[in-house]
């Protein structure tokens, strides 16, 4: 997966429908998550499309699994992994996600039926990378 800050590089180049060919390209390359993984338990609440995030086990650092049936929004997602994929939990714990993404400009980009979701996204992703730097 791509660093958050590479894909701001591209993302600031681009203009409109590339700016959602890009998140659309992001959300492909998400690692791929099993339908066995896919239940109301790892469901985002407040999305407007399915949204599914699973944290793997992993003591050192995060990586999650996600997936979305829509391809914007799983493009939204890749964003979301990508700022806090493969760091350490404490890190991720007290990291503010949401200005990592305010480059990106979602709110002003995008409708708010596709970003309404994006602060339960990452509410489950720091409570459980607080989790984990607690143990």
Same mark, same amino acid.
């Given at each position: 997966?791509r660093?958050? +800050?590479? @894909?701001?590089?591209? &993302?600031?180049?681009?203009?409109?429908?590339? /700016? &959602?060919?890009?998140?659309?390209?992001?959300?492909?390359?998400? +690692?791929?998550?099993?339908?066995?993984?896919?239940?109301? #338990?790892?469901?985002?609440?407040?999305?407007?499309?399915?949204?599914?995030? &699973?944290?793997?086990?992993?003591?050192?650092?995060? $990586?999650?699994?996600? +997936?979305?049936?829509?391809? @914007?929004?799983?493009?939204? *997602?890749?964003?979301? @992994? #990508?700022?806090?994929?493969?760091?350490?939990?404490?890190?991720?714990?007290?990291?503010?996600?949401? %200005?990592?993404?305010?480059?990106?400009?979602?709110?002003?980009?995008?409708?708010?039926? /596709?970003?309404?979701? *994006?602060?339960?996204? @990452?509410?489950?992703?720091?409570e $459980? %990378?607080?989790?984990? %730097?607690?143990?």
């Open positions: 997966m660093s958050l +800050d590479d @894909i701001l590089e591209e &993302y600031d180049f681009l203009e409109g429908d590339e /700016r &959602y060919r890009l998140l659309i390209e992001l959300g492909r390359e998400l +690692d791929e998550m099993p339908a066995a993984l896919k239940t109301d #338990a790892t469901l985002v609440r407040g999305c407007s499309a399915s949204v599914w995030v &699973y944290p793997t086990e992993d003591t050192d650092k995060l $990586h999650f699994l996600a +997936d979305s049936n829509a391809a @914007i929004t799983k493009g939204i *997602v890749a964003l979301v @992994i #990508a700022a806090v994929q493969d760091r350490p939990a404490r890190e991720v714990a007290e990291m503010d996600v949401t %200005a990592a993404l305010d480059p990106f400009d979602l709110k002003s980009q995008l409708s708010s039926n /596709r970003t309404q979701g *994006v602060p339960n996204m @990452i509410a489950l992703v720091k $459980h %990378a607080a989790r984990l %730097a607690a143990a």
